[in-house]
């Protein structure tokens, strides 16, 4: 038989005290009996078992059935260790750290949450019109949106930069839209006063209208 684990996580498990490990997003083959017993006991973390005929799009299908059911584990793993300590408050016992594993669990789901949440095309569509609506000048300050959302989507597509960044370009284009994001909120919110940025690679302090025009 040939088990796969589609998740993102390597998962141990033990058979008549044997240890069996199935690392992220690989398959590995076992006898029948051993199989079986695998996926009776470890089903809920996402490991499925393919059979003759899964190849391509069965096997696809299999796999997202296996990350929703790794998904479900990890969200009920992180509700018990919650509700653990909410027991422990209330007969007023003290708390109980979270291990790494919860941790882990815990900062995927409210990443997946918020990407979840985020039309990322409208957001970069609302960005761009509000910064052209006060005519920033994107030259002078370097920020470029579209160029970020690339990156921001190549990674989560695909895992890995399309194009290679050097650790400078992105730590720049990263400050300078979040300046260009500053600048305009300071505007929104009345703001007519000095600030302090770099231009052309130069700490420089400038008035924000010098920068921003509302048309």
């Known amino acids: 038989m040939i088990l796969l684990n589609p998740t993102n996580e390597e998962i141990s498990v033990t058979f ?3 240890p069996l490990v199935f690392k992220a997003g690989e398959k590995l083959k076992v006898k029948d009996s051993v199989g079986r017993q695998v996926i009776h006991n470890y089903e809920n973390r996402g490991i499925v078992s393919l059979e003759y005929g899964d190849e391509g799009a ?3 299908e299999k796999a997202e059935i296996g990350k929703e059911k790794n998904k ?3 969200t009920k793993q992180c509700i018990n260790y919650n509700q653990i300590n909410d027991r422990r408050k209330q007969s007023g016992q003290p708390f109980i750290d979270p291990s790494a594993q919860i941790k882990e669990y815990d900062k995927e ?3 997946n949450r918020i990407l979840l949440a985020l039309d990322w095309e409208r957001l ?3 960005l761009i019109n509000l910064l052209n609506h006060y005519e920033l000048d994107q030259e002078k ?3 470029d949106f579209k160029t970020l959302i690339k990156i921001r989507n190549d990674i989560a597509h695909s895992g890995q930069f399309r194009k290679k960044y050097s650790k400078r370009d992105l730590i720049d284009l990263i400050n300078n839209n979040k300046l260009g994001l ?12 000095i600030i302090v940025c770099k231009i052309d690679k130069r700490e420089t302090k400038i008035k924000i209208d010098e920068l921003i025009k509302v048309e």
């Open 16 to 18: 008549h005290g044997l």
């Open 141 to 143: 300050l370097g920020f």
């Open 124 to 126: 970069n569509s609302l």
């Open 182 to 193: 500053q600048i305009v909120l300071l505007k929104e919110l009345g703001y007519d006063g």
């Open 72 to 74: 479900v584990f990890k």
């Open 58 to 60: 069965g096997e696809m």
């Open 109 to 111: 789901l409210i990443k």
